[in-house]
């Protein structure tokens, strides 16, 4: 039979036993903290998008960062010029606008060293398609000019957000402008994307089911808890159209999203050529 002092001897050696495995149990989850942690996946939200449209694109852009293309360099001029107008519209500072943006214009896309260095090629094609999207580019000002003109105050102008997926998994993206506009006495907060490729056959199923503008939202729900009506600037057809979101859409970006992050970190890729290979930049490369 135990004395008392033996059974007291058991209690201590099972606290002990207790705090040691609770130690070392601790000791685990902190180390599957730090495993997951360094496990964690950031994705943006254009890498998710270009996997999509296909996985070999996905890697000839990565591949080639540094020599942009025309196309690229054209988007990234225009989308520069566009947060410059809004920047200065929400510092007061912007008095006669079409001027501000043929200045920012000839700035950004003449004088640019990076789009200019293209007409001192001896390529011809590259020059007429310089000189194509110079006056793409004048157009597309004049437009975007018309569209803003309704009055409006910029909240958010090009910053980038974080929406987390899980506790693998992150993506990161670009709030574009977020703006506030008066409607019947009310305030309302737009999240807005300005679209600026040139693409007749775009229908409204593919704005509405959009990854970038679906992140963007889920990301402006996350971050501060309210939502946004959802815009499309669309310099190509000159229009403002509205868009709106349901459960789905955020469903179908947590599916898309998780299934890139798989494919890309064990390195699956599937390259299906198609009629979007007559449009893609890439094609010369493809495949190579
Ligand atoms: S040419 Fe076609 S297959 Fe090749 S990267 Fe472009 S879209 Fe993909």
Redesign the pocket.
């Known amino acids: 039979m135990e004395s008392g002092r033996q059974r007291d001897a058991r209690i201590i050696v099972r606290k002990e036993t207790g705090s040691e495995l609770w130690q070392a149990s601790s000791i685990i989850s902190e180390q599957q903290t730090v495993r997951r942690i360094q496990n964690r996946m950031k994705l943006d939200i254009k890498d998710i998008t270009d996997f999509c ?2 996985p ?2 996905y890697d ?1 852009k990565r591949r080639t960062k540094d020599e942009k293309n025309m196309k690229v360099l054209y988007d990234e001029s225009l989308h520069n010029v566009f947060y410059k107008y809004l920047m200065a519209l929400q510092q007061g500072t912007l008095e006669n606008s079409l001027e501000f943006l043929k200045i920012r214009w000839g700035k950004e896309w003449i004088k640019n060293k990076k789009s200019s260095q293209l007409v001192l090629t001896p390529s011809a094609i590259k020059r007429d398609t310089y000189d194509a999207k110079r006056k793409q580019g004048i157009n597309a000002i004049l437009t975007f000019d018309e569209l803003m003109s309704e009055p409006q105050f910029p909240v958010v102008i090009n910053k980038p957000y974080e929406l987390r997926i899980s506790d693998d998994l992150i993506i990161t993206g670009t709030w574009e402008y977020i703006r506030e506009v008066k409607r019947n006495g009310e305030n309302i907060i737009q999240l807005v994307k300005i679209v600026t490729e040139s693409n007749k056959f775009r229908v409204r199923k593919q704005m509405d089911n959009d990854l970038e503008l679906i992140a963007a939202d889920m990301a402006f729900h996350q971050t501060f808890n309210g939502t946004a009506e959802l815009l499309y600037v669309d310099i190509y057809t000159k229009k403002m159209v509205s868009s709106y979101r349901v459960p789905e859409h955020q469903k179908m970006l947590i599916r898309t999203a998780k299934s890139v992050a798989l494919s890309i970190k064990n390195n699956l890729r599937c ?4 009629s ?2 007559y449009h ?1 930049e ?2 010369d490369q ?2 190579k």
């Open positions: 449209f296909c070999n694109y000839l390259v299906s050529p198609d979007k290979c893609c890439y094609r493809c495949l």
